[in-house]
Structure formats: structure tokens, C-alpha cells
């Protein structure tokens, strides 16, 4: 979101909201009258990343491909990468926000380190030095307020597809979120959401060994997985939502106790069940068939306990 708003607001033009099962695809409807391309944040994974690889070749011999991104990748993935030709910003440390602002810089205006800080802080980010350093020139508390206003109205309209299209739009304009229509009672009824979950995880997850589960119907299963490491005291938290298809999509949150990199783990993990995914450290995200979500669970907590 905040990615996408700095580059509008740098360069102009179109740009698109995808996530990473839909990646390839949006890669394939480029179109030809495009002068460049700039791809924010959507880290690939081993199961499709030589088809991500080939299709960046072929772009970046139409136009300048920019790849900013904060995602694990490997020495080996990342000649491959820069193979292509395209210019590749790359670093675990910052935030995919903090990169792109970074990245172009000086085509913004003085207002668009807060589009940075606000991704910094929800990717929990924010005490990188680059982030720690902006922050200290600003209202750390209006940053915060504004941050989690923003996600919690993100997080209230999940399944509005153009929702997140109209803030970014909004963002690139550089206007703070709580002066956008209706950001603060979306913000303030999602909160209302949280509160209620945090008093069901406990009821309604279930605990294997060091990690607690929990299927939900909610569209943020970010927080829901957040919510179970509290609840349940354990180092990962995964909750987990059935999409049409047979599809089970997970999201996964780890505290300073996890001894594995959730995002390099769940990938290899997922593949193993005929699905995939990748993130960071910490967060990261998969998707596997139904059928494949005890099989996943178990080997997620093998590795744990294997690491502990």
C-alpha cells in the first residue's frame, strides 16, 4: 500500500494491487504501451521463481524494470535477478516502504517520509536505523496513531478490492489518513473487531507443541495469528481461512522465542504440500490445499521443536 502510494507519487502512471499467487499473471498483462515498470514488496518463492526470473528478462528488454523488495532471497536468486537486467533494491533490514522512498527519493515531496514510516511501523520495521533515524525527526506518536489507523481500516475492508486502490490513491497525494473518508470509523470499528478476537482465540485455537493454530473466518488472518502467540504462549502463531478451490491460505507470526526463519521454513514447507510460500523472518504467509493443513502444521512444528 504505502509502496504503491510512493511510487504513484513519484513517477505517475497506473499501477496495480496484487499479491503473490496472482504475481505472474499481472507480470503477463503489462502492457506494451508501459515505459517502465517498478514491482514493490511481492517477495517470489522457489516454486515459481524461474518463471518470475524469465518473465522480468522479457520486460526488461521492453523497458527499465525497478524490483524493490525486502523479502529472503538467496546470494544464487539474487544473480539471477540481477542477470535480467533490471535494477534490483534489495534489503531484509527496511521495509519494502523505506525502500522504495529511498529508491526515489528525490522525486518526492517532504511528506512522503511519513508513507515511508507508516510502512516501516506496520511491518514492525520501524527500529531499523534508516526508520529510527526518520522517526526521531517526527511525532512518534502521531506516526503511530496514523499507522494503525491505516491498518486497521485496511484490515476492516479486506475483501473491498478497491478499497485499498482509493488509499493509496489518496496517499500519493500525500494526505494524512485520518482526513480520508471514513479511514477513522472503519479504523475504530475494525479495533472493535480485534478486541472480540482476542477473547475468542483462546476458546476457539488449539495448541501443537510450540505452535497454536486457529482456522477463522476473519480476512485479517494476520491478526488472528498474532493474537494466539498471547493467548497460548507459545513462539508461532498461524491462523488459517478456506478460499474457494480447496485452498487454505495461512498467515504466520513469530515472537522473539522462534528459532526459525518463518519465511525461508513455511516455503519449503508448503511445497512439500503441493503448495507454496515465503516471507520474513518472523511473518510470512502460504497457501496449500485443505487437505494439506495437518500435514503442514506438524512439519512447521517439527522444525520448531527440531530448532528450540
Known amino acids: 500500500m504505502a509502496s504503491a502510494a510512493l511510487v504513484l507519487a513519484a513517477k505517475g502512471g497506473t499501477f496495480r494491487l496484487t499479491d503473490y499467487e496472482q504475481l505472474l499473471d499481472e507480470l503477463d498483462a503489462v502492457p506494451a504501451s508501459a515505459t517502465s515498470l517498478t514491482i514493490c514488496d511481492l517477495g517470489t518463492n522457489a516454486s515459481n521463481f524461474n518463471d518470475f526470473v524469465s518473465r522480468l528478462a ?55 517520509r511519513m508513507l515511508a514510516l507508516f510502512g516501516a511501523v506496520t511491518d514492525y520495521m520501524d527500529s531499523s536505523e534508516v526508520a529510527s533515524r526518520m522517526m526521531e525527526t517526527l511525532d512518534r506518536q502521531f506516526v503511530l496513531l496514523e499507522s494503525t489507523l491505516l491498518a486497521f481500516a485496511l484490515a476492516k475492508n479486506a475483501k473491498d478490492y478497491s478499497y485499498p486502490e482509493m488509499l ?112 520474513h523472518e518472523k511473518a510470512a504467509g502460504c497457501s496449500v490445499p485443505t487437505s494439506e493443513v495437518q500435514g503442514l502444521l506438524k512439519d512447521l512444528d517439527a522444525k520448531l521443536m527440531k530448532a528450540r
Open 168 to 279: 493509496a490513491k489518496e496517499l500519493s497525494q500525500m494526505k494524512a489518513p485520518h482526513t480520508i473518508d471514513d479511514v477513522g470509523r472503519e479504523a475504530i470499528e475494525q479495533a472493535e473487531i480485534v478486541r472480540k478476537l482476542a477473547d475468542e482465540v483462546g476458546a476457539k485455537g488449539t495448541r501443537l507443541g510450540r505452535l497454536a493454530y486457529m482456522k477463522t473466518t476473519q480476512s485479517s488472518t494476520g491478526n488472528v495469528a498474532k493474537l494466539l502467540l498471547g493467548a497460548f504462549g507459545v513462539p508461532v502463531g498461524v491462523a488459517y481461512k478456506e478460499k474457494p478451490g480447496g485452498i487454505a491460505e495461512f498467515s504466520l507470526r513469530g515472537t522473539s522465542d522462534s528459532r526459525i526463519h518463518l519465511g525461508k521454513e513455511i516455503g519449503q514447507i508448503a511445497m512439500a504440500h503441493k503448495g507454496s510460500g515465503g516471507g
Open 58 to 112: 522479457d520486460l526488461a528488454r521492453r523497458m527499465p524494470v525497478t524490483y524493490v523488495d525486502h523479502h529472503y532471497l538467496t546470494d544464487e536468486a539474487k544473480k539471477e535477478l540481477l542477470k535480467t537486467g533490471i535494477d534490483l533494491r534489495h534489503d531484509v533490514r527496511d521495509s519494502a516502504a523505506m525502500l522504495t522512498y529511498l529508491t526515489y527519493k528525490e522525486s518526492l515531496p517532504e511528506g512522503a
